[in-house]
């Protein structure tokens, strides 16, 4: 093939080829170009393939020469992935272009620290988040550079793909110049195994749910197929709205980050403080630039964000020094910095301006809402659209042009949208455009960024419209009018119409979203007037404790002492939930000297026990009382005759910093009821996520828990926290602590799924201690955190997700005696089973012995502890859990709240939480509900009692559920190993009980177990 032919077939300029062959292996690549290459070189055939790594060998060695006897055999293709990713990333990080206004790179010290405990770690993900401008890229290339010698990284930048055909396994291995073949998950799985040494997949550019939604499905499949802990991947997201990864089972299993939270960002870029500003800028700027002290506090704040931060430094000394006021937030500031480069080109401002917007709205026509959409308007011609007009825009892979940054996207769109709206000006479009664009706002990050800068548009170009816009009826008051309030209160350009009508919105709809914004407007005071006390005590009985906190940062930010005073007044304190609020927040109506109405004393002494129990827990909060009267409120809720008012008091009392609250913690720890000792107890050390740190205070414990003959024989609750004491201050040693000690077993879990992090000497202490156990499981569970930083270790939440499109056998042990349950459980091993499942009346029965008991029968195969009860359900998990179960079952009502306190104690304990689903809960809403809670799979149980014959066949319940989720399914339908009804795909774990259990002979059940084992296996296979 010619040079012409070659050029034309690749659709690239013929001097370019010339070019590439006139200098070799030092030509210099655009990114774009080197993708398309590798597109042609993962097309070609693979004796094309081995012809160009023989002269890229030979031209490596300094001889070109193909006179020899064979071609030398090179290493398998697969082999190569990390080898040519690492060096092509290195090349394009050195050959790319300065970005806009770029300044020196503040390392984000944290941010490093987290990486590398990363990738010391056994996790697969990590997620960078952070908002507009925030520095993820930056951060994100820093680690690749500061990474390069030891692992070899790929940059992805997903605003670039076509997210319906773009396929992520192609992607890398065409980055990596391999054939994706047929199937580019199994061909990428082959060259991940294959793999030296660790590749990190980095993908930026996530700017929307959708995105997010797309790369998220990618990865997530990508991770079920390839288990190399070698292949690795780093999402850098755009938020908000806030990062949720709950729908992508095995990618939030693997994403590095605290353990028990919800799947979110492994580390969150937060905008610098101002004295981490004031750092940078005096160390960056120059002789004639302001210095950060001299600049005005709302360039001050606007300059936290880094992007600004860089464009303040370039927009010029009239700008810093305040003179231009316009230029108080992030819209104005990009304004400014536009009109200040674009009128160093010897183009108009105005006309290239208005040519940059239609540029906008040619690359992002989802953007824009479909009312201001003209069908006459004509779409610049391609030789148009490709003029560059530096330094806004450059040439994307596909040879058109995309903006440097989406800031500047934003900006040429929110001006071309808000000269629609002026030209409509007050109609029903407009109002119709705006509810679509914080719609759309609402779930893209990059969406809210335009919407942020149209509302600052509108300002500057028809102010009159905002007002429009919030007073119109069909404004919609759940996302478009909290948005603008929003949107106006951070960037400074508020209108008190729309506070006003936003405020009377509230008083005639039950609009939390809207009352809360309302409640985060500084104006609000102002603009009500005489009615802002009354407005707020409205909102209070309208909307309960949920506004709270709102309500009560409000006031804090009023900081008036007349209108705190008329709110108080407005408060019904013979009302509990009004008096419980006020005792929640009692500093910010009374103090020293201020208290008109005595409310202090009545709520010290009111007949409800949740208002003297929220006095209690808010005292560590609060600063306002003078030492004597902090004294009286601690010593008149020491004696409260209710145990809850005490047990509230005793959980902080030991954070308080008053003469007598250490007194006072002594007698709670002598208290008449155990729930308050336990409390005080767990004030101590139980919410630590570090070891006690005050060892006076331990040793002060466990001498009255050894004096005090009541302390005997505590509950085993409060025993286990006497235990954590010990070995979490140090006091205990492993000579010291008897042997088996109730508690250290929990502990041990705790240190292996990472939820409390030790100093090694404590860690090491404990390890010791669990060697040393008579008691079996604390001497495995010691063994076991020993491995934990094992490569190719998962944790037990990823490994039970997986189980999501396998054929799994879970065998219940629906029997009442233990020991014949054991000699089922061994079947069962014998036919293959995957789990043990330990019944609900074996458990009533023999108690939760059961549980150990059959684990130490089976300890290499999962065991599953039925626990008939999503109420309490903590304490079930750490029954079960403590007791050795790998997995616990929750059956029975469950709200949120008892679901995410059980899911929370699973993950600290190790163990994956599923949970039973009745049908009438089987809907998106629910199922999303309970995925974002952290659960790990679902599980439809047959009522014995009605068999099959109730409105729901078990196996359509579970199909509708995996409709709704990616998370595995268990099913349990009274089935018989040979049941045809599971031959469809609607399950992953069937649960197979009486029919096994009931069994005359073992030798019938090994017979039955292992046909539908090779059934099973065989389906898979095919």
């Known amino acids: 093939m010619s040079v012409r032919e070659f050029a034309a077939h690749l659709g690239v300029n013929d001097a370019a080829v010339s070019n590439w062959e006139r200098r070799g292996a030092e030509a210099k690549l655009r990114y774009e170009t080197q993708q398309i290459l590798d597109t042609e070189l993962a097309r070609s055939q693979p004796d094309v393939v081995t012809r160009f790594e023989f002269i890229l060998q030979s031209a490596t060695r300094g001889d070109s020469s193909e006179d020899r006897t064979g071609p030398a055999r090179s290493a398998p293709v697969e082999h190569q992935l990390g080898d040519r990713s690492g060096p092509r990333t290195v090349f394009l990080m050195e050959t790319a272009g300065a970005a806009l206004l770029e300044g020196p790179y503040r390392v984000e010290r944290a941010a490093v620290s987290r990486f590398r405990q990363f990738l010391e770690s056994t996790a697969r993900v990590f997620v960078i988040a952070g908002g507009l401008g925030s520095g993820k890229t930056c951060l994100s290339q820093y680690l690749m550079r500061d990474g390069a010698d030891h692992v070899n990284f790929q940059l992805h930048v997903c605003s670039t793909w076509a997210l319906p055909t773009t396929d992520l396994a192609t992607e890398i291995l065409r980055y990596g110049s391999l054939p994706g073949g047929d199937d580019a998950l199994l061909a990428l799985e082959r060259a991940a195994d294959a793999l030296a040494g660790p590749l990190m997949v980095v993908v930026d550019g996530i700017a929307s749910e959708e995105q997010l939604s797309f790369v998220g499905r990618q990865v997530d499949a990508i991770l079920r197929q390839t288990s190399s802990h070698d292949l690795r991947f780093v999402l850098v997201v755009r938020t908000p709205p806030e990062l949720d990864l709950s729908s992508f089972p095995i990618l939030a299993a693997s994403t590095f980050g605290r353990v028990g939270a919800s799947p979110t960002a492994s580390y969150t870029v937060m905008p610098w403080s101002i004295a981490e500003t004031r750092e940078w800028w005096d160390a960056t700027r120059r002789e004639n630039e302001t210095p950060f002290a001299h600049l005005p506090p709302p360039l001050q704040s606007l300059a936290t964000i880094p992007l600004y931060s860089q464009m303040l430094h370039g927009a010029g000394q009239a700008v810093q020094g305040g003179t231009n006021d316009r230029v108080a937030n992030g819209f104005h500031l990009v304004d400014h910095c536009v009109r200040t480069l674009l009128g160093q080109h010897p183009q108009p401002v105005a006309s290239t301006t208005d040519h940059l917007a239609q540029i906008a709205c040619e690359l992002t026509p989802d953007a824009i809402p479909s009312g201001l ?566 599980v439809v149980t047959t009522n014995i009692d009605l068999g099959v014959r109730g409105d729901h066949h078990p196996l359509d319940t579970a199909a509708e559920i995996r409709r709704y989720s990616q998370l595995p399914v268990a099913v349990s339908g009274g089935f018989d190993p040979d049941d045809d009804a599971l031959n469809n795909d609607n399950w992953d774990i069937a649960i197979i009980g009486r029919s096994v259990a009931d069994a005359v002979t073992p030798a019938d059940t090994i017979s039955q177990l292992a046909r539908l084992e090779r059934k099973f296996r065989t389906k898979e296979n095919l």
Request: aromatic content about 6%; overall charge neutral.
């Open 373 to 938: 959409v003209d069908s006459s308007r004509t779409l610049l011609a391609s030789n148009e659209s490709r003029r560059p007009v530096s330094p806004f825009l450059e040439q994307g892979p596909d040879q058109y042009l995309r903006f440097t940054h989406g800031v500047f996207s934003a900006y040429f769109l929110a001006i071309w949208i808000a000269d629609q709206m002026a030209d409509l000006g007050r109609s029903s479009t407009t109002v119709a455009a705006f509810n679509e664009l914080a719609a759309g706002a609402s779930q893209s990050a990059a969406a809210r960024t335009v919407f942020d800068f149209l509302v600052c548009a509108l300002d500057a170009r028809a102010r009159h419209l905002i007002g429009v816009i919030a007073s119109a009826p069909a404004v919609n008051v759940d996302i478009a009018l909290p948005m603008l309030l929003d949107t106006m209160v951070s960037a400074g350009v508020l209108v008190d119409e729309v506070v006003r009508s936003a405020a009377h919105r509230c008083s005639h709809a039950r609009a939390q979203a809207l009352t809360i914004a309302v409640l985060a407007t500084p104006a609000l005071p102002e603009v009500l007037g005489d009615r802002h006390a009354q407005w707020l005590v409205e909102q209070l009985r309208t909307h309960g404790s949920d506004i709270w906190p709102h309500m009560a940062r409000h006031v804090e930010d009023v900081l008036d002492v007349e209108i705190s005073a008329r709110i108080s007044t407005q408060i019904d304190l013979d009302s509990a939930p009004e008096a419980a609020f006020l005792a929640r927040y009692f500093d910010l109506f009374t103090g020293p000297g201020h208290d008109p109405r005595g409310v202090l004393h009545r709520l010290v002494h009111h007949l409800d026990w949740r208002v003297r129990a929220a006095l209690a827990e808010s005292l560590p909060r609060r600063h306002s009382l003078g030492p004597p009267q902090a004294e009286a409120v601690i010593e008149q809720l020491a004696t409260d005759h209710d145990y809850k008012v005490r047990a509230g008091l005793a959980r902080i009392v030991s954070a308080l910093d008053t003469p007598n609250a250490y007194r006072v913690f002594r007698r709670l720890l002598a208290d008449g009821n155990w729930h308050v000792r336990e409390q005080a107890l767990r004030g101590v050390v139980a919410a630590r996520r570090e070891p006690a740190s005050d060892r006076a205070v331990a040793d002060d414990i466990l001498s009255i828990v050894a004096t005090d003959k009541t302390w005997l024989r505590p509950p085993t609750q409060v025993a286990k926290l006497v235990t954590r004491i010990q070995l979490l201050s140090g006091v205990a040693t492993p000579d010291s602590l008897p042997a088996g000690s109730i508690g250290l077993i929990g502990l041990l879990k705790e240190v292996r799924s990472g939820w409390i992090p030790l100093p090694y000497q404590i860690e090491e202490s404990l390890v010791s201690c669990g060697e040393r156990s008579t008691h079996w499981l604390t001497a495995r569970e010691a063994s076991a955190v020993r491995r934990r930083h094992e490569r190719g270790t998962t944790s037990i939440h990823e490994w039970y997700r997986r189980r999501r499109g396998k054929r799994s056998l879970q065998i219940a042990l629906d029997v009442h005696t233990l020991d014949r349950a054991i000699e089922i459980a061994h079947v069962a091993l014998k036919a293959g089973a995957d789990f043990i499942e330990i019944g609900d009346p074996l458990i009533k029965r023999a108690g939760i012995a059961a549980i150990e008991n059959i684990k130490r029968c089976t300890p290499d195969t999962a065991v599953v502890a039925e626990m008939m009860s999503s109420d309490w359900g903590r304490d079930q998990v750490e029954l079960a859990a403590e007791a050795g179960a790998d997995v616990v079952l929750l059956i029975g009502p469950a709200s949120t709240a008892s679901v995410s306190t059980a899911v929370a104690a699973a993950q600290r304990l190790g163990v994956a939480l599923t949970l039973d689903v009745a049908p009438q809960h089987v809907t998106p809403a629910w199922i999303r509900d309970m995925e974002r809670t952290g659960i790990d799979g679902f």
